[in-house]
């Protein structure tokens, strides 16, 4: 007599930890005008550190300006405070008293 075949388990696949997907929201930075910090290193600093085109970056450091306060980006959580972080350390290191922050995106 043979023995009944036994259909195999279902094995769950769990995807790797590189295919997981971490969804963080979405943070805004912001770019405060002070009197010190000239235009010619504040779009240094968009174009260097945040990729923007140096007419965007432009138009950013006018709305600061003019308003005292402006939009740079939109990104999940951790890397705008990256992006923040590393935008005020280089300000710093070349004695200007730039200010970025950032806040979640309502």
Known sequence: MTKPIRPEREVEVLPDEEEL????????????N?????????????KTIFGLSHEVAETI??????????????RPR???QRLVGKAIFAARMEGFPLMLTCEPDE
């Open 21 to 32: 997907l971490f969804v963080e929201p979405p943070w805004r930075v912001l770019i405060h």
């Open 78 to 80: 951790s890397e705008a």
């Open 61 to 74: 450091a006018w709305r600061t300006h003019v308003h005292g306060i402006a939009l740079v980006c939109v």
């Open 34 to 46: 002070d009197d010190v910090t000239t235009f010619e290193f504040v779009i240094r600093i968009l």
